[in-house]
């Protein structure tokens, strides 16, 4: 299993340009997850899914959006990106449901974000 | 909603000493525990977790203690060697559907192991 994947590694914007980040599991994982991770600040929870066709918001929102038409898959986009918006951005997948195992979340290796 | 503090925001230790992590919480519904650690440049990777129907849970040199009653946990290394240099995060979170899916983090610690 590839486990987590995400593209880009790395992505340089100019302010108000979109773009998408992808995400992908190939662990049959119901619960998917996007958080931010800046300088100080831990990891913040922007957009969860419990399941394809399901989403949520998280702590910080606004700016992004989210969608899962299938279980592998949760694009997290950009419409206007903001200079606040320069983070590195982490996906994460969970299987769910009962059992020790169920909550572990899996992290993929990121994609950091410059927004000029 | 849930808060998470982590003390300190960084440690250095000598090979062979111990480390502690702590994290306090604000959620007494709070109910999944897990510590994540962070190597430069890679995601986060599970490294203990534990719920809160037990006090302790140890794995080699990594042990979590948690105290529900004062709303915190710890996360104890021992014996620390070079390669456990990373910056550590707990995290908290309680069941919503069946299942701990959204975390709340504290703000990451930098452990540095001197040889």
């Known amino acids: 299993n590839a486990g987590v994947t995400q593209t880009p590694k790395f992505q340089v914007l100019k302010t108000g340009q979109s773009m998408t980040l992808q995400c992908a599991q190939d662990m049959n994982h119901e619960y998917m997850s996007w958080y931010r991770q800046d300088p100080g600040m831990g990891l913040r929870l922007i957009h969860y899914?419990?399941?394809?066709?399901?989403?949520d918001q998280g702590e910080v929102p606004n700016g992004y959006n989210v969608s899962r038409s299938t279980t592998e898959d949760f694009p997290l986009r950009l419409l206007s990106a903001a200079p606040s918006q320069t983070s590195v951005y982490f996906c994460a997948s969970s299987h769910g449901g009962q059992g020790a195992w169920a909550d572990t979340q899996y992290f993929g290796p990121g994609t950091r974000l410059t927004v000029l | 909603g849930e808060n998470v503090e982590q003390h300190p925001s960084t440690l250095s230790v000598q090979e062979g000493d111990s480390a502690v992590i702590k994290c306090t919480y604000s959620?007494?519904?709070?109910?999944?525990f897990p510590w994540y650690k962070q190597e430069l440049g890679k995601g986060p990777q599970l490294i203990i977790d534990?719920?809160?129907?037990?006090g302790e849970k140890k794995d080699q040199r990594i042990a979590v203690t948690l105290n529900k009653t004062a709303k915190h946990f710890s996360l104890h290394i021992t014996e620390t060697q070079p390669e456990d240099s990373a910056v550590y995060f707990c995290?908290?979170?309680?069941?919503?559907?069946?299942?701990?899916?959204?975390?709340?983090f504290g703000k990451g610690t930098l452990l540095t192991v001197n040889p």
């Open positions: 899914s419990v399941g394809a066709g399901i989403t």
């Open positions: 959620d007494s519904a709070s109910n999944y």
């Open positions: 995290a908290a979170s309680k069941h919503s559907g069946g299942s701990n899916y959204k975390l709340t």
């Open positions: 534990i719920r809160s129907n037990v």
